[in-house]
Each structure stands twice: as structure tokens, then as C-alpha cells.
């Protein structure tokens, strides 16, 4: 099995075994970052662009880190210190950074689709870091990687997604995966929270928490999108707390073997207590240490193409 696209856009379109091909690639890096020496000199050769229109602190972080882990050039762009603060568009952006001969793109933008169209018009690599509500495909596959490690396969886990997922790129990218991979998913938010149309998934969801959290191996927390609150899709955030956050009390129904996710960043109180976020059984921070063993063999099989 090998990865014969150009870019990764989404999970969306991956077939189960390209999925597991960039989990099995990955191991090797994540025993990298456990060396002394974290630093290859495999990718010396590449340059890479960080495009990130939005705000970020382990994507962002994350790529960078397995740029130089691989020993690339690493060029950041940032949406407030640039010329997009002059007007310049997102084409006219790309178009000049690859005139300086930039060889892989990695891209978040609030815009679902602006990877895909950078992507059609760029003749390089290009990373979706996230695109609006639409997919955020490398932190769906450190989730991936983080519960194999766990439970080593996904037939038979019950995984629940449990948050906004109205406005979640990550829920996104985990659905689309993990029902590849066989997992049973079952979403679970208030209603207004919910996507609109929840059946284009085709995964179980609820609004019953207790219901949702009963018997699950898995259970992925949400960040509370607090920024889309204003228009009322929760009464306060102390009544989300205590009707949808996962408490140390609500816990008690997972399964007993069982691990508590988060993708960051966290609103400690809210979505999920803080004691729950710190116990043994959640691999919040294992998520993060996987992310840059991921972006690690992403980057190297997208370069490899380069080179084709
Ligand atoms: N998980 C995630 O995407 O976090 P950042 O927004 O900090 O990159």
C-alpha cells in the first residue's frame, strides 16, 4: 500500500487503507521524538510555507516543529503582520510566496474549501490545517493514531464526539475516519449544537449525554466555539457545563477501559472539568506529542511526490 495523492485535503476522501498507511508511516517518526537527537535530515532539501489566516497554537506549532524536525526550510505567514491587512487576496497571496520558490503549502483559513482552492490552482503539495467547519485532517488522524495506540484496532470501539460539533472541523475529520476504520460513532450535543443535517454522516447521535457516554471507549471532547455563542445556541455557558460537560461524575458511565480526548484548546469549567481534562485516563497531551509525529509523515509521502 502507498499514498499516491498530492495533497491531503481531507479525510473525507481517503480510502481505510491510505488512512492506515499514514498511521503505520507515522510510528517510526513518533520513535524520533523520543531520541536525544529529534532531527533527520531526510527533508533538507524542501521548503515549506505555514499559511495560517486564522489563530492557532499546536497546529501551528506542530507543523513548524516537524518542518525542522525533517530538516526543512520553514517560512511562517501570519495573517496579521501581511499585505492581506493591505487587501491583498488569498491568490495573489499563494501566487507570490510560490514565486519564491516555495515547494508544500500548509494552510488554515476560516474559509471551508480554501485549501482545495489553493490546491487547483498552486502546483504544489498542499496541507489542509483546517478549513472553516469543513476538515482539519491532520488532527483527525493524530486522534486516529492516539486511539489505535490505545485499543490497537477500531472494530467494535464505541467512540462518542461529544460538543459543537455544529462548528467542529476536527468532528468532522474523526467521523469521516473512524467510520472507515469501523468504529461505531455516536455524535452527542444539545440539539442547536448538533449538525444541521446529521444524517449526511450516517453515524448514530443523540442529545442524551448519559445515553451517548454509556459503555464508550472513546469519548472526544469539543472546545465550545464561545466566539459563535452570541446568536444563542446555548442559555449560558454555567447551564452547558451542567448539562452537557463531562464531568468526573458522568465518566462513570464510559466504559472501564476507556480514554478521554480533547483537541485543544480546552475551556477548563466548560466542556469539560478540569480534573477530568488532568486525570489518568485522558491522553489530551498525547494527542499533541502524536500531532508532530503525524505532520512528520505527512510531510515526508506529500514530499516524496515532489521528488516522483
Ligand atoms: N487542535 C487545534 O487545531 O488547535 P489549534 O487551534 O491551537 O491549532
Known sequence: MSFS???LLGLRELSAEEILYLLEEAKAF?????????????LRWLTVVNLFFESSTRTRISFELAEKRLSADVVNF???TSSVSKGETLRDTVNNILAMK???????????GAAQYIERT??????NAGDGANEHPTQGLLDLYTIQEKFEQFNGLKVVILGDIRHSRVARSNIWGLKKLGAKVVLCAPKTLLPPEPDVFGVDYTTDIEEALSGANVVNVLRLQLERQQVGYIPSLREYRMFWGLTAERTKFLDPDHIIMHPGPLNRGVEIDPDVADAADSVILEQVTNGVAIRMAVLYILAGKIKE
Open 78 to 80: 501570519s495573517k496579521s
Open 122 to 127: 498552486a502546483n504544489v503539495p498542499v496541507i
Open 102 to 112: 516555495v515547494d508544500m503549502v500548509v494552510v488554515r483559513h476560516r474559509s471551508v
Open 30 to 42: 513518533r520513535k524520533i521524538l523520543e531520541r536525544d537527537v529529534k532531527r533527520v535530515p531526510t
Open 5 to 7: 495523492r498530492r495533497s
